[in-house]
């Protein structure tokens, strides 16, 4: 009986020290050498992989970067990047894998707003910071979240200084009338409000209005009936380039050419200028951003330098979402060595409280929602194949130009 | 003129649509193989077709000639490398599993395409693809009559190859009957391979419309699949005719509710026409009673 006691309390102390003994090892972040790991989920695949993949490039430099520069309170970061197959219950779960499996000590963020809420619940779940720099809709500021941390620029009414800029033109060449068409989805509704009525207000007549859903079979219809209101100015919420092209082709097809047209997303370099038949149909296009390759900061220069070291091309082939990754790993390693800390609640604390944050998007700092209030808006135009900052002015660039081209000429 | 204007482009884009649902529609009629790697299929072709077309400056529906055959010769290696070991199957775990097959295939043909061109969308360039002819006050994209008048031509020849020929009688038999047509000496497992081959060919010419008309990279078949196979149900699994009624009324309905009420609305209604059409005929619009 006694020999028996014995020997079930050397099972039972063995089972103790098993469990002990990797409850040690999580707690180290599952990294065998010492290393801070980083966990994060992004989209690798499916719709989200356009800006999933070029976000894993910018985690990846800053991981580089910052590990060739002694690392992380003296420790070398491992980056785990997850990814969700642009499928929204695959974030919670990575999540929970990147936290309660891999034991990952920082947390970076998805891409998308439609990502980022439940991403930003479950890490706030287990006590975490989520830094982002894809998640500017709202509705991640009005969740209740206090974890999350969004480097971009916030995207509700980025339009508006366009609206504003047209508004402005004399009444002899303002525009008289306005087509609104949005794709139907947190993110690209908000961009587009607002433009509306600052243009109204400036006598531009609206003469369409109206949203489309996601994956729609065929634009054509959209696109001839904006066409059909000879609209002088369309304000498009396309959510992609896959949604902005079809339209682009139709109103070439249809000969109709808007004196001035913005586009919340698909613009950007590199893609934008092959995909719709090359430069000259992209001239005289508007999209609004937080990045541009020229950008005139010294972290922004070293980081165009570094890119091109790395990964070759020339500059105007950089994605600016890369840009946007970096900057996320940016603000954490703030956080972290003003803290001297991998505590997520003092890493949630000083980022609340405000710093100025040096970044490749300039400056960045947070107010109580993790909205970035410090954030460069710019507005791109494209002209004569470049994809120019032309507000605020910037050295060399002429502004906007207005009217637009017509499609296929300079 | 605006609606009108819809119903044409409905028509007209229901004629691509109708080319990429071909072969899906083709495998399914005879080997009970419903394809969903179709989809990333029809993003193979549209690559191959802007390879041709960036690299060596070769018109899109001239490089048919080449992308048509890869295709055919890819269909071969699935068919023979995955859905002949399923025969051995019941009918029912055979149709579950070759789901599962394709399925597999999708996902391995999806990564292959990100590897090789990135996650970067990309759009198949040509003199016609912005060019458009003026009819009636209305503009008809060049790109989509030639895409349509394409896909009329395509579906002719199948249709011909199914009822005209001695190949497509066999085909017929196979369809109607696998373990009858084998009883009277027709290769079964042959033809079911060729018409494998066949059907993926055909997404060759799909794929090379589709990216003519849109931005995609190689995700781009997740968003086609569910599409492409509401159109073979709502024209009948296994009809030619079928898929391009089927594709017609999809696109011909949302085009025009997009433009008459709004486009928010146009799935909905769709999906109304289509629990309608299939309450009147299960089989779908021009699909055979026997169909399974």
Not at chain 2, 267 to 286: D, E, K, M, T, Y
Request: charged content about 10%.
């Amino acid at each position: 009986m006694r020999r028996r006691r014995i020997r079930i309390t050397a099972v039972a102390t063995c089972v103790l020290l098993a469990l002990s003994q990797a409850a040690c090892g999580g707690s180290s972040g599952g990294t065998s050498s010492g290393s801070i790991l980083v966990g994060a989920d992004l989209s690798l695949s499916g719709d989200f992989a356009t800006e999933g993949v070029p976000y894993a490039r910018g985690y990846d430099m800053w991981t580089s970067y910052v590990n060739s520069h002694g690392g992380l309170l003296g420790r070398q970061v491992q980056m785990d990047i997850l990814s969700d197959a642009s499928n929204q219950p695959e974030v919670t779960t990575n999540y929970q894998d990147l936290i309660s499996v891999k034991h990952a000590q920082l947390l970076f963020g998805p891409v998308s707003t439609l990502f980022t809420v439940p991403a930003a619940r479950e890490a706030l779940r287990f006590g975490y910071a989520l830094v982002e720099g894809a998640g500017g809709g709202p509705v991640v500021f009005s969740s209740g979240l206090t974890n999350v941390f969004d480097t971009g620029l916030p995207i509700a009414g980025t339009v508006v200084p366009f609206a504003k800029y047209l508004a402005s033109l004399p009444a002899s060449v303002r525009p008289k009338s306005a087509a609104y068409v949005t794709e139907n989805d947190p993110f690209d509704e908000p961009e587009t409000d607002g433009a509306e009525p600052v243009m109204a207000a400036a006598g531009i007549k609206t003469v369409y209005s109206n949203s489309f859903p996601q994956e729609v079979a065929d634009y054509s219809p959209i696109a001839d009936a904006v066409a059909a209101t000879h609209a002088q100015v369309v304000i498009l919420g396309a959510g992609d380039l896959s949604v902005l092209s079809p339209f682009i082709h139709a109103w070439i097809q249809d000969g109709y050419n808007p004196e001035a047209l913005y586009t919340a997303n698909g613009a950007t370099p590199p893609q934008f200028l092959p995909a719709i038949g090359g430069a000259t149909n992209g001239n005289g296009v508007v999209t609004s951003g937080s990045w541009f390759p020229q950008y005139d900061n010294a972290i922004s220069k070293a980081f165009v330098s570094t890119y091109l070291k790395k990964y070759g091309g020339s500059e105007n082939n950089i994605d600016p979402s890369v840009a946007e990754g970096y900057s996320v790993g940016e603000v954490m390693q703030a956080a972290v060595e003003a803290t001297h800390s991998l505590t997520q609640s003092k890493i949630i604390a000083w980022l609340h409280a405000g710093h100025a944050i040096q970044t490749v998007l300039g400056p960045v700092s947070f107010n109580k929602l993790g909205e970035n209030t410090s954030a460069s808006a710019f507005l791109f135009q494209w002209q004569q194949g470049q994809y120019l900052a032309v507000q605020p002015a910037q050295a060399g660039v002429s502004g906007i130009q207005f009217p637009k081209p017509n499609w296929g000429s300079s | 003129v605006t609606i009108l204007q819809a119903v044409i482009d409905g028509i007209l884009t229901g004629g691509v649509y109708a080319l990429m649902a071909a072969g899906l529609t083709l495998t399914f009629g005879v080997m009970q193989v419903i394809n969903v790697a179709q989809g990333v299929l029809v993003v193979t072709g549209a690559y191959l077709s802007y390879e041709l077309a960036t690299r060596f400056s070769i018109d899109p529906f001239l490089g048919l000639l080449v992308t048509v055959p890869a295709l055919f010769l890819l269909g071969l290696l699935i068919e023979f490398v995955l859905i002949r070991r399923l025969r051995q199957l019941s009918v029912f775990n055979f149709v579950v599993m070759a789901i599962l097959a394709t399925y597999a295939v999708s996902v391995i043909t999806e990564g292959v395409l990100d590897m090789i061109f990135g996650s970067g969308e990309v759009e198949i360039q040509a003199p016609y693809v912005d060019k458009s002819f003026v009819w009636l006050g209305m503009h008809l994209p060049e790109i989509y009559v030639y895409g349509f008048l394409l896909a009329a031509g395509l579906l002719a020849a199948l249709s011909l190859m199914l009822y005209r020929t001695r190949f497509g009688r066999c085909v017929r038999a196979a369809e109607q009957n696998r373990v009858s047509a084998r009883l009277v000496g027709i290769p079964v497992q042959r033809v079911s391979t060729i018409v494998f081959g066949i059907g993926v060919a055909v997404t060759a010419a799909g794929g090379m419309v589709f990216g003519a008309t849109n931005a995609f990279n190689g995700d781009s078949g997740a968003d086609l699949i569910s599409r492409l196979l509401t159109i073979v149900i709502l024209g009948g699994l296994g009809s030619m005719g079928g898929a391009l009624a089927g594709a017609v009324v999809l696109l011909v309905v949302e085009n025009v509710v997009a433009v008459v009420w709004s486009p928010l609305w146009a799935p909905l209604v769709f999906s109304v026409v289509l629990i309608g059409v299939l309450l009147a005929r299960p089989n779908g619009l021009l699909g055979k009673a026997t169909a399974q």
